[in-house]
């Protein structure tokens, strides 16, 4: 799977690339039982408000193994968690408004949800998406979404594994990133 991927990164465009091997496919946690794929999201999707459409499985979930282009391709296994997108300009916007509205309580934030937060400020939101793996016990939502994952985290074929969610203002900004990625993933191949 992995070298068709390569052999795709090298010779399709990169928006098709990412609809292919990320936004528009069954996730690889799922090994191809799509009706699977769709109750999960059903059932998050009811936790958490969001319509079932609007979630993507990411990362090496997604696709069998990372995207990211600093982690070598490294294989979906019992370690990896599950990295989700959820696109919602409702989630969004309140998670961004109780980032900025923070004032004095930011200096009683652990020093990584500090960090997380000066992420934010510095270049996740400017880029469409809020990254709650780090800040989600501080948003307004974020005690019924832990609840949510911890509960989604026993459901198969995710088995006790962590639940990360990324918040994307709208598709765009979701496929953005993803083709950022894979852009880079395309140069440092071709750099070899």
């Excluded at 999707?45 to 070598?72: E, M, Q, R, W």
């Excluded at 109780?98 to 500090?114: A, G, H």
């Excluded at 496929?175 to 993933?185: A, G, I, M, P, W």
Aim: hydrophobic content about 35%; some cysteine.
């Amino acid at each position: 799977m992995k070298e068709e991927f390569l052999y795709d990164l090298i010779d399709l465009p990169i928006s098709f690339l990412a609809s292919k091997w990320i936004l528009e496919r069954t996730p690889f946690a799922f090994s191809e039982d799509s009706e699977s794929y769709l109750k999960w999201k059903e059932l998050l999707s009811d936790k958490i408000l969001v319509d079932s459409s609007a979630i993507v499985f990411t990362g090496s979930s997604g696709c069998g193994f990372s995207l990211n282009p600093y982690k070598d391709f490294n294989e979906y296994n019992d370690e990896s968690d599950i990295d989700l997108a959820l696109i919602s300009d409702h989630h969004f916007d309140i998670a961004w408004h109780s980032l900025r509205n923070l004032d004095s309580k930011y200096y009683s934030l652990t020093p990584k949800q500090r960090t997380s937060v000066d992420d934010h400020v510095n270049r996740l939101i400017y880029y469409g998406t809020i990254a709650t793996d780090k800040i989600l016990p501080i948003l307004p939502f974020g005690k019924e979404w832990t609840i949510a994952l911890n509960q989604m985290s026993r459901e198969k074929p995710v088995n006790g594994r962590i639940i990360n969610i990324r918040i994307y203002k709208d598709f765009k900004s979701l496929r953005d990133y993803q083709t950022n990625n894979l852009e880079k993933l395309r140069q440092k191949l071709l750099e070899k």
